[in-house]
């Protein structure tokens, strides 16, 4: 495993994923990149933050060029994405309600709202959405209930990936043996990410449980 001697040498002792990411590499070629981002769509515990800046680092050492990994990757982001897609449409719309209805502090109206939303933003939302830690695969969902036109939703998934990727694939390349420096940048903005949701769930929480309160009391 010559690319796995090259960064134990360089004291980065790679275990867990990203030993895992660079076996799947070195076996399966470029190929074996656009598997793993496309398995990274389907299980979000597979980090985009450590494939992609190690499929860089890779073809860095030669074992497939810049060019293959980047295609390889992007075309493993709109496979992935595609999947989750044909899941919310097979999920559909009916299901959603059904479910929704009964959810606890919701009204349908918050689910009405959410889809004239996804209508009037929607195409904003699947492009920049595969550029957002956590929302890059779940984009992927409300557009297939929505069934967005698959052409649009293919060509928007494909540029936002290919952004994405592109920058994190070229900064494993630069940066070689320190390719896990990416993953320390993107760690503190996803946390950065889920600390804004969190703060914007229980605003909405608080409001809705007030609301209640005081239809009760009326």
């Known amino acids: 495993m010559r690319v796995l001697t090259a960064v134990t040498e ?33 299980f979000p515990p597979l980090p985009s933050e450590i494939i992609l800046p190690l499929a860089g680092f890779t073809a860095s050492r030669g074992d497939f060029t810049l060019a293959e990994a980047l295609a390889w990757t992007i075309l493993g982001s709109t496979v992935g994405a595609l999947a989750l897609y044909y899941l919310g449409q097979l999920f559909g719309r009916q299901r959603m309600y059904w479910i929704w209805e009964r959810l606890p502090l919701v009204k349908t ?3 009405e709202k959410t889809e ?10 699947v492009f920049f959405g ?8 779940l984009i992927s969902v409300p557009a297939g209930i929505e069934r967005m036109p698959m052409l ?36 503190t903005f996803q946390w950065v990410v889920i600390g804004v949701v969190a ?14 309160r005081t239809q009760r009391q009326e």
Request: proline share 2%; glycine share 16%; no cysteine.
């Open 199 to 212: 703060v914007a769930v229980i605003g909405w929480v608080m409001v809705r449980v007030r609301s209640i």
């Open 109 to 111: 109206e918050d689910l």
């Open 152 to 187: 649009q939703f293919l060509g928007l998934t494909f540029a936002g990936s290919a952004i994405w990727n592109t920058v994190f694939v070229v900064a494993g390349y630069q940066l070689g043996e320190n390719w896990h420096r990416v993953e320390g940048v993107v760690g």
């Open 130 to 137: 595969r550029m957002i830690p956590i929302f890059r695969s």
């Open 10 to 42: 360089g004291s980065q002792d790679l275990g867990g994923v990203a030993g895992w990411a660079v076996d799947m590499m070195e076996k399966l070629g470029a190929p074996g990149a656009g598997l793993m981002v496309a398995l990274e769509n389907l």
């Open 116 to 125: 004239a939303w996804f209508g009037r933003h929607g195409r904003k939302a």
